[in-house]
């Protein structure tokens, strides 16, 4: 069922952006990432330009690129509509952390120097002391960090792309599960 975004679902950022499209982009996506804007929500672009007291060209370049990160998908009789995850994504999703976990691994093994291991053992000991939201942050932390030792650009920028459908998915079907 596809709903109207309501108006106060976006925020306007406390920093400067170099344009317009940047600055849309991020208020939407963030406001996807953190479920204001939930899956079947329309994104309504004059609504959107009003809001953020733009054109509609920057909202539409926005919307746009979130189209090519998955995160809404273009309707007929609809337009942008923020999209969710079917069972075959959440499998998609888990494979490839799974694969892209490994291969980071494996290049941090040979690569990691003494500084990068000592960051690692920190995250981890706080890991086991937090609980719920820092959890979820140290873990992140953690695998960003695991991506640094492996100094592996492209995997690294392939995990940070799965680790935001996974953090989404968390979010949208898990979070309130794992209390």
Request: charged share 30%; with cysteine.
């Amino acid at each position: 069922m596809l709903t109207v975004m309501a108006m106060d679902k976006l925020k306007l950022p406390k920093r400067s952006f170099p344009t317009k499209q940047a600055m849309v982009h991020h208020c939407l996506r963030e406001a996807i990432l953190d479920c204001r804007l939930m899956p079947g929500d329309r994104v309504v672009i004059d609504e959107v330009a009003r809001q953020l007291s733009v054109s509609i060209i920057p909202v539409r370049e926005a919307v746009h690129q979130l189209q090519s990160e998955r995160l809404v998908d273009m309707r007929p009789h609809a337009g942008p509509v923020v999209t969710g995850f079917d069972d075959d994504a959440i499998a998609e999703i888990f494979t490839l952390l799974e694969c892209l976990e490994i291969a980071c691994a494996r290049h941090a093994v040979v690569r990691a120097d003494e500084d990068d291991l000592r960051e690692l053992e920190r995250i981890v000991e706080q890991m086991e002391r937090a609980d719920g939201d820092r959890w979820e942050e140290l873990n992140s932390r953690f695998h960003a960090a695991m991506c640094a030792a492996a100094r592996t650009t492209r995997i690294a920028e392939a995990f940070s792309r799965v680790a935001s459908d996974w953090e989404r998915l968390y979010r949208l079907r898990l979070r309130g599960s794992a209390r």
